[in-house]
């Protein structure tokens, strides 16, 4: 079993920079891929980033590639989302996923396995 925390979250204006971070409990989080949702009021939760067990493979949606970076550090059992040009349509909560297939990146939130609570964050224009 993976416990997921994420925080960094938080208000900033167009343009600016969050990190968000997402710190996993367990012995086997480097077996898990990694992926960051969100989900803004009204809408469905949509993938963001995602990240293979290994850190060398990652995928991101279209509307953040560019602007955002996922990586994480296996040693620390942490996973970070590098949040660049921050747009108000970013306005979302963040949530970190775990996904027990390791290897493959999912962007289905239905093959993840476990979630943790969400960091909200507030792009003001």
């Known amino acids: 079993q993976v416990q997921l925390v994420e925080s960094g979250g938080g208000l900033v204006q167009a343009g600016g920079s969050l990190r968000l971070t997402c710190a996993a409990s367990g012995r086997t989080f480097n077996q898990y891929a990694m992926g960051w949702f969100r989900q803004a009021p009204g809408k469905e939760r949509e993938f963001v980033a995602g990240?293979?067990?290994?850190?060398?493979?990652?995928d991101y949606a279209n509307s953040v590639k560019g602007r955002f970076t996922i990586h994480r550090d296996n040693a620390k059992n942490t996973v970070y989302l590098q949040m660049n040009i921050l747009k108000p349509e970013d306005t979302a909560k963040y949530y970190c996923?775990?996904?027990?297939?390791?290897?493959?990146?999912?962007?289905?939130?239905?093959?993840?396995?476990?979630w943790g609570q969400g960091t909200q964050v507030t792009v003001s224009s």
């Open positions: 990240v293979n067990w290994s850190g060398y493979n990652t």
């Open positions: 996923a775990a996904d027990r297939s390791g290897l493959l990146l999912h962007r289905d939130q239905i093959d993840y396995d476990y």
